[in-house]
């Protein structure tokens, strides 16, 4: 580009998950200005504050721009400047070591949401590394959900309004009005058009208080109770889709008998919602057609969170819901894309690494052997592959702090961490914080795009490119949730030393033997990837695909399952071993765990420790989204910080008051494992019996250096959530983040004596 000239660049957004289009304006060079691409399907010209901020997150003096390299002790911040070449060269000598004195499976990697597209090209490196122990997020977001999904009907589902949108949608433990805005504006217009809302929220969220027709105000962790509640009012009053049952269905039956075990009022008593509500809303959600189940986080971790998804599966099924339009669709991976296999070779884990997996003993559907059988199921379906996450199957994500401190069942004596910031935002955080410490971690390697708690800890930071300086696809592959592909340009190069993640991966697989499998570029990457639908399209090269295409549907069709397989002559039907929707579970029963749904009480609340609750009456949630900031991230920028410069805990108005609690004013939340300081806000938003205190929380602005690590464990609520077994779901492993037990005082007790 010449001096002087402007330049329109099409990006995708990578603030969240959303990828809301963008366009940006350049200018010598220089972003300087960014706005919504007003005819992008999903935010039609409209972007968050987030996505604003990202100039500022592009030229931020803070930002880091060249490979580091500790010479003090970990955490002491004393650091030398390395080329990417050399420190590559010597972290590539080091895991080349500790292969060789204890195996490739002493090699771990942790992860968040995939950012940069971390997972994919994390788990082609490990694969052919050898080690299975790659860790991530997706074990208690979203990707554990997929699993059970997929386990249940063979496919995924997906919440599309499209041209066919539903007249009933129930939201369940979701926000989206803070933490899919893009999607929000969306449901906004289906509520403008009449369609009804069930939100299910113990808080009265933006999304309760804007969408809702019916708010079922549920006490915390007992979604499954509800769930099988309204299973069990469908089946007795006859609600279900007896057709679709009779043809589709496996284990019928056997559903009924389990539903017979949750009578509405049983169910109030463990929700503590009122039991007519109950009935009406489960009533609702099967008669009004057609209806649609958007899930949220909350569902997906902790003790129940493989029963709360069946449920949820479940209930779709029965109600003749699935793969119908307006209801919920069903997909698989993107068929025209070089997806699966040839890019991250999954397979070619050797056997014997393979059952080595951290946590394979207890968790398994989230580690191999679950993630096999899921495969074999839907291998004939998806053009012959299967399917594929980056995420799984992977290691249990406590076990590798837990094999570094206590090298068992075997040592773990690296960890590469990329796109995530588990001092802050694992479950446990201190133990993570004690094991990046351990002298028997030998190299510890994180990339990143600031320095944060986790990074100094690290021997080694890589400077990481933002999406404005990288080029950015979104499919199926890459995080093994869309079946369409979305293409973003990069808007400048990348600046400093700063470069996408794609070349830390490649350069260590380059160095480790690895040369087969492994492209020039990034961009070469993409244009493997999407070659058969670049090919179908007339499309020469992935910088044309990203200008002119930018995104990719495949046809909508519906009751796919009814379309006649020409090589058997018989209807295709489900991809599961038995063919049909598994309301009983083969999968789930072959590796030992109920085939069918149940409630447990989980391990900290008023009924399973009342002695407890004596001492810590109220019931703790942590992490409700709340705009502007992802997670840890976000809190330099100050055009956001700005929007929420303290972290805030939500206490009800009249509990407060019992508690000398003023508005405004910081309090502690203490658990019998730590405690952390908040603002309080009072509101009504929460149950009188609840706190809601946000995640996230770290001082970008205090001193770096341990043991402060910018105030990292002083209002961040994982100093008291739980990774022990007892806490997290057996199948998946998802570990929990609620509910709790806690008490709150006014901080001035605690730190001022009179
Ligand atoms: N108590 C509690 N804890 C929670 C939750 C909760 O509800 N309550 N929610 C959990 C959930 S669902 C999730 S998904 C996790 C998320 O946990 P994390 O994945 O740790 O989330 P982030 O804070 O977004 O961390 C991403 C880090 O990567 C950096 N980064 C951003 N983009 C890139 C990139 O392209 N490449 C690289 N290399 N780095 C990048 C950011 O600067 C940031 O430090 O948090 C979990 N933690
Ligand atoms: N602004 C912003 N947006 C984000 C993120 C972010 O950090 N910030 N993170 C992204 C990521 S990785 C994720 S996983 C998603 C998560 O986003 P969502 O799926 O929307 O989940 P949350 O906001 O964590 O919780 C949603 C609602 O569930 C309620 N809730 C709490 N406990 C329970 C319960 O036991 N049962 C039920 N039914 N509801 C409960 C909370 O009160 C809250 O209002 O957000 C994504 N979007
Ligand atoms: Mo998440």
């Known amino acids: 580009m010449l001096q002087g000239e402007d330049e329109l660049k099409r990006a995708i957004c990578f603030a969240c998950s959303s990828q809301a289009g963008v366009l940006a304006e350049v200018r010598n060079g220089r972003v300087v200005e960014l706005r919504g691409e007003p005819d992008h399907y999903l935010n039609k010209g409209w972007l968050c504050e987030r996505a604003y901020a990202f100039i500022e997150h592009l030229y931020h003096p803070e930002r880091l721009n060249y490979p580091l390299k500790r010479v003090g002790e970990r955490g002491e911040g004393r650091w030398e400047r390395i080329s990417w070449d050399k420190a590559l060269d010597e972290i590539a000598e080091k895991l080349r070591e500790i292969k060789e004195r204890y195996g490739a499976e002493a090699v771990a990697t942790t992860g968040g949401t995939g950012r940069g597209h971390q997972e994919t090209f994390k788990k082609r490196f490990m694969n052919l590394f050898g080690s299975p122990n790659t860790a991530n997020a997706g074990q208690w977001c979203a990707i554990n959900s997929y699993l059970v999904e997929t386990a249940v009907y063979g496919f995924l589902t997906r919440y599309k309004a499209g041209p066919h949108p539903a007249k009933c949608i129930v939201i369940w433990g979701q926000n989206p009005d803070q933490s899919r805005p893009c999607e929000f504006r969306r449901l906004m217009e289906l509520k403008k058009?009449?369609?009804?809302?069930?939100?299910?929220?113990?808080?009265?969220?933006?999304?309760?208080?804007?969408?809702?027709?019916?708010?079922?105000?549920?006490?915390?962790?007992?979604?499954?109770?509800?769930?099988?509640?309204?299973?069990?009012?469908?089946?007795?009053?006859?609600?279900?889709?007896?057709?679709?049952?009779?043809?589709?269905?496996?284990?019928?039956?056997?559903?009924?008998?389990?539903?017979?075990?949750?009578?509405?009022?049983?169910?109030?008593?463990?929700?503590?919602?009122?039991?007519?509500?109950?009935?009406?809303?489960?009533?609702?959600?099967?008669?009004?057609?057609?209806?649609?189940?958007?899930?949220?986080?909350?569902?997906?971790?902790?003790?129940?969170?493989?029963?709360?998804?069946?449920?949820?599966?479940?209930?779709?099924?029965?109600?003749?819901?699935?793969?119908?339009?307006?209801?919920?669709?069903?997909?698989?991976?993107?068929?025209?894309?070089?997806?699966?296999?040839?890019?991250?070779?999954?397979?070619?884990?050797?056997?014997?690494?393979?059952?080595?997996?951290?946590?394979?003993?207890?968790?398994?559907?989230?580690?191999?052997?679950?993630?096999?059988?899921?495969?074999?199921?839907?291998?004939?379906?998806?053009?012959?592959?299967?399917?594929?996450?980056?995420?799984?199957?992977?290691?249990?994500?406590?076990?590798?702090?837990?094999?570094?401190?206590?090298?068992?069942?075997?040592?773990?004596?690296?960890?590469?961490?990329?796109?995530?910031?588990?001092?802050?935002?694992?479950?446990?955080?201190?133990?993570?914080?004690?094991?990046?410490?351990?002298?028997?971690?030998?190299?510890?390697?994180?990339?990143?795009?600031?320095?944060?708690?986790?990074?100094?800890?690290?021997?080694?930071?890589?400077?990481?490119?933002?999406?404005?300086?990288?080029?950015?696809?979104?499919?199926?592959?890459?995080?093994?949730?869309?079946?369409?592909?979305?293409?973003?340009?990069?808007?400048?190069?990348?600046?400093?030393?700063?470069?996408?993640?794609?070349?830390?991966?490649?350069?260590?697989?380059?160095?480790?033997?690895?040369?087969?499998?492994?492209?020039?570029?990034?961009?070469?990457?993409?244009?493997?990837?999407?070659?058969?639908?670049?090919?179908?399209?007339?499309?020469?090269?992935?910088?044309?695909?990203?200008?002119?295409?930018?995104?990719?549907?495949?046809?909508?069709?519906?009751?796919?399952?009814?379309?006649?397989?020409?090589?058997?002559?018989?209807?295709?039907?489900?991809?599961?071993?038995?063919?049909?929707?598994?309301?009983?579970?083969?999968?789930?029963?072959?590796?030992?765990?109920?085939?069918?749904?149940?409630?447990e009480e989980p391990p900290e609340t008023p009924v399973s420790n009342p002695k407890l609750a004596e001492e810590y009456p109220l019931i703790l949630i942590t992490g409700a989204r709340f705009r502007p900031f992802h997670h840890s991230e976000h809190r330099q920028l100050s055009t956001l910080r700005r929007l929420w410069p303290e972290p805030t805990a939500e206490i009800h108005p009249d509990t407060a008051r019992r508690l000398g609690v003023k508005d405004g004013e910081w309090v502690i939340i203490e658990n019998p494992r730590g405690k952390i300081k908040h603002k309080a806000k009072l509101t009504t938003r929460v149950h009188p019996r609840m706190v809601s205190v946000q995640h996230g929380w770290w001082f970008p602005e205090e001193i770096p250096e341990d043991p402060v690590l910018f105030r990292a464990f002083e209002s961040n609520p994982n100093v008291f959530t739980s990774d022990e077994d007892e806490y997290c779901d057996p199948p998946t492993g998802a570990a929990a983040f609620q509910p709790y037990l806690c008490k709150v005082y006014p901080a001035r007790k605690y730190t001022l004596k009179p």
Request: glycine residues 8%; aromatic residues 14%.
């Open 193 to 599: 058009a009449g369609s009804k809302f069930i939100v299910i929220d113990p808080r009265r969220s933006e999304t309760v208080e804007k969408l809702a027709d019916r708010w079922l105000q549920i006490r915390p962790g007992t979604d499954a109770a509800l769930a099988l509640g309204w299973i069990n009012v469908i089946i007795e009053e006859e609600l279900y889709d007896r057709d679709f049952v009779e043809k589709w269905c496996f284990g019928f039956e056997r559903l009924k008998e389990r539903a017979r075990e949750y009578p509405p009022e049983k169910v109030s008593r463990i929700t503590w919602i009122p039991e007519r509500e109950i009935v009406e809303s489960a009533r609702m959600y099967a008669t009004v057609k057609p209806a649609s189940i958007r899930w949220g986080l909350r569902t997906d971790i902790g003790r129940n969170a493989t029963s709360n998804i069946h449920a949820k599966a479940i209930l779709r099924a029965i109600t003749g819901n699935l793969d119908v339009f307006g209801g919920d669709m069903l997909y698989g991976p993107c068929e025209k894309a070089n997806y699966g296999f040839p890019f991250e070779y999954t397979e070619l884990l050797p056997p014997q690494q393979r059952g080595k997996q951290l946590g394979a003993d207890r968790h398994k559907l989230w580690t191999w052997l679950g993630y096999q059988l899921i495969h074999d199921a839907t291998k004939s379906y998806w053009y012959g592959k299967g399917c594929v996450f980056s995420y799984a199957p992977a290691c249990h994500e406590p076990d590798v702090w837990r094999a570094i401190l206590t090298g068992k069942p075997y040592p773990v004596k690296a960890v590469i961490c990329g796109g995530n910031n588990p001092v802050v935002d694992y479950p446990n955080s201190r133990l993570v914080y004690k094991a990046l410490k351990s002298p028997n971690l030998e190299l510890f390697v994180v990339l990143e795009q600031w320095m944060t708690p986790t990074a100094m800890l690290a021997d080694y930071v890589f400077p990481v490119a933002n999406w404005l300086e990288m080029p950015v696809v979104h499919m199926s592959t890459l995080d093994g949730l869309t079946n369409f592909v979305a293409a973003g340009e990069k808007t400048v190069e990348p600046l400093y030393e700063r470069k996408p993640d794609y070349y830390f991966y490649q350069g260590l697989g380059l160095r480790l033997g690895q040369e087969k499998y492994w492209r020039k570029t990034l961009e070469e990457e993409w244009e493997y990837l999407l070659k058969p639908l670049m090919e179908e399209l007339g499309v020469k090269s992935y910088e044309e695909f990203a200008r002119k295409i930018r995104w990719w549907f495949p046809p909508l069709e519906e009751k796919k399952y009814e379309k006649v397989n020409p090589e058997t002559g018989k209807p295709r039907g489900f991809a599961t071993p038995t063919g049909k929707v598994e309301l009983y579970s083969t999968i789930l029963e072959k590796l030992g765990y109920d085939p069918l749904p149940h409630y």
